[in-house]
C-alpha cells in the first residue's frame, strides 16, 4: 500500500509527550517488538513515573529459594532450569493440562506495563515489567462458573534452589487471589523487564504481578495454576497468619504487627535512597477499589 507523504512526521511534529514515550522504549532495551501497555503504560506516563534501574531491580530480591539475602537470588538463581519449562492448569477449568511455556507465548500479547512495586519489607520500586494479562491465559485454559479463587505454585527443585535445604517457608511457595482479582485487567503475568527475558531471580521464565498488593503475593516461576471454589493457602500466611493475611492489599492505614505501613524507602540511590508515602492499595485505588467496596480492609486485611 502506498504511503502519503503527509503521514511523514516532522521535527516541529514530535510533541513533548512522544519524547517522553520514545524515551521510554529506548529504555525498554529498545525492543521495537514490544508494545505500549494500554494500561499500566499510560498510567505511568500520565504520573511519569521514573523506573528503577535495571540493577537495582534484578540484584535486590526477595527469592527465598535462592536464600535470604537480598543479593542471594541474583548470586545463586542461575542453577535454575527455565527451558524447557511448562504450567499445569487445573482443577475447575474447561481445558486442563500441561501448558508448553513457547504455546502461552505464542498465544499472548506481550505488552509493558510500569508498575509501582511494594514490598511489605516497606521498601519499592518501579519496574518496567513485559508480560501478558492473566485473564487471557485463565481464557484459554477457560474458567467454570463455579471457580471463586486462583491458586498459584512456584516451581521445587532442592537440586537447583539451594535455599530450600532451610524450613523457612513451607516449600513448595504457594500463593492464591480470588478470581475477580484475577481476571482484572491489572494482573499481569510478568516474563520480561526492560524489554528482556525476565532473569532468574525475578522468576523466570513466568510470574504473577498483581501491582496493588505487597510483593509476596506476586509468586515467581510458576509452575501450576489451579481454579478453587475456596480460598486456597498462601505461603506468608500459613508462616504468620497474624502478620500477612490472604488479601494483603498495600494499605497505608493498616500496619504490620512490628512496622508502619505509611512509607516506603524507595531502593536505589544508595545514602540518598528516599522515604515516599505509600498510596492506598499502592496508588491504584481508581482501578481497583471497586473489588472491594463493603469490605473491611482492617480484618480483611
Ligand atoms: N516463589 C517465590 N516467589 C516470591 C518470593 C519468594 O521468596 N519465592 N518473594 C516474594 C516477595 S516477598 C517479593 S517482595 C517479590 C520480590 O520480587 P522481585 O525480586 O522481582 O523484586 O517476590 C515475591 N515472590
Ligand atoms: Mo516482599
Redesign the pocket.
Known amino acids: 500500500m502506498a504511503m502519503r507523504w503527509t503521514n511523514t512526521l516532522s521535527e516541529n511534529d514530535v510533541t513533548p509527550e512522544s519524547v517522553f514515550l520514545n524515551r521510554r522504549q529506548l529504555m525498554a532495551g529498545g525492543a521495537a517488538a514490544v508494545g505500549l501497555g494500554s494500561i499500566g503504560g499510560s498510567l505511568a506516563a500520565a504520573e511519569g513515573l521514573e523506573p528503577s534501574s535495571y540493577e537495582d531491580?534484578t540484584q535486590?530480591?526477595?527469592?527465598?529459594?535462592f536464600g535470604t539475602g537480598k543479593g542471594d537470588?541474583a548470586q545463586n538463581a542461575h542453577t535454575l532450569t527455565t527451558a524447557p519449562w511448562s504450567v499445569k492448569i487445573d482443577g475447575l477449568v474447561e481445558k486442563p493440562g500441561d501448558y508448553a511455556f513457547e504455546d502461552i507465548m505464542k498465544a499472548m500479547t506481550i505488552e509493558e506495563r510500569i508498575y509501582r512495586?511494594r514490598?511489605?519489607?516497606a521498601w519499592s520500586?518501579v519496574?518496567p515489567w513485559n508480560g501478558f494479562e492473566l485473564a487471557d491465559l485463565l481464557n484459554m485454559a477457560g474458567v467454570q462458573s463455579d471457580a471463586k479463587y486462583v491458586a498459584f505454585e512456584?516451581a521445587l527443585r532442592p537440586d537447583e534452589m539451594p535455599g530450600v535445604r532451610f524450613p523457612v517457608?513451607d516449600w513448595p511457595?504457594v500463593?492464591g487471589l480470588r478470581l475477580d482479582e484475577a481476571m482484572h485487567p491489572l494482573t499481569i503475568m510478568a516474563t520480561g523487564i526492560y524489554g528482556k527475558d525476565i532473569p532468574n531471580?525475578?522468576?523466570a521464565p513466568l510470574?504473577l504481578v498483581v501491582p496493588w498488593k505487597?510483593?509476596?503475593?506476586?509468586?515467581?516461576?510458576i509452575v501450576r495454576i489451579t481454579l478453587t471454589e475456596k480460598e486456597p493457602p498462601t505461603?506468608?500466611n500459613k508462616a504468620n497468619a497474624r502478620e500477612y493475611g490472604f488479601y494483603s492489599n498495600v494499605n497505608p492505614e493498616v500496619d504490620h504487627p512490628r512496622w508502619s505501613q505509611a512509607s516506603e524507602r524507595v531502593v536505589g540511590g544508595g545514602l540518598f535512597s528516599k522515604r515516599i508515602p505509600t498510596l492506598m492499595l499502592n496508588g491504584y485505588a481508581d482501578e481497583v477499589g471497586a473489588l472491594y467496596a463493603g469490605m473491611d480492609l482492617t480484618k480483611n486485611f
Open positions: 531491580i535486590y530480591n526477595n527469592f527465598y529459594e537470588p512495586f514490598c511489605v519489607e520500586m519496574i512456584t517457608l511457595y500463593e531471580q525475578n522468576g510470574r505487597y510483593g509476596f503475593k506476586s509468586i515467581k516461576s505461603s506468608w
